[in-house]
C-alpha cells in the first residue's frame, strides 16, 4: 500500500519561512519522480515543484528563488523549503509521486492528503 504523508504546514508572517516534508512508503522511492501541488480555496490544483530521480528539478514561475525541492533517497522523503512566503502562497501542498511526473496533475500517480500553509501579511 502506497502512501504518502506531508507535514510541516502552518501559519507564517510574509516573508517567513517552512520546510514541508513528505515521507513515502510502500513505493520504490528512488525510481519515482516527486512533485509538490497547491491548491487555493475556490482555485484548481497547481504544479509548484518537481525532482526527478536523477534530480532534476522544475519550478513553476512564481516560485523560482523562493522555493526548493530536494529528496532524500535513504528516507524515501521529498521535501519543499519556501521562503519569503507570500500570502499568495497560501494553500494547501499536496505531494505527488509519479514515473516520472510532468507539470500536468493528470500524469501522477500517487497524492498526499495535504497540509495547509497560511501565510499572512
Known amino acids: 500500500q502506497v502512501q504518502l504523508v506531508e507535514s510541516g504546514g502552518g501559519l507564517v508572517q510574509a516573508g517567513g519561512s517552512l520546510r514541508l516534508s513528505c515521507a513515502t512508503s510502500?513505493?520504490?522511492?528512488?525510481?519515482?519522480?516527486m512533485g509538490w501541488f497547491r491548491q487555493a480555496p475556490g482555485k484548481e490544483r497547481d504544479f509548484v515543484a518537481r525532482?526527478?530521480?536523477?534530480?532534476?528539478?522544475d519550478y513553476t514561475d512564481s516560485v523560482k528563488g523562493r522555493f526548493t525541492i530536494s529528496r532524500d533517497n535513504a528516507k524515501k522523503t521529498v521535501y519543499l523549503q519556501m521562503i519569503s512566503l507570500k500570502p499568495e502562497d497560501t494553500a494547501v501542498y499536496y505531494c505527488a509521486a509519479g514515473l516520472p511526473g510532468t507539470q500536468l496533475r493528470s500524469s501522477w500517480i500517487h497524492w498526499g492528503q495535504g497540509t495547509q500553509v497560511t501565510v499572512s501579511s
Open positions: 525532482i526527478t530521480s536523477s534530480t532534476r528539478t
Open positions: 510502500g513505493l520504490s522511492f528512488s525510481n519515482y519522480g
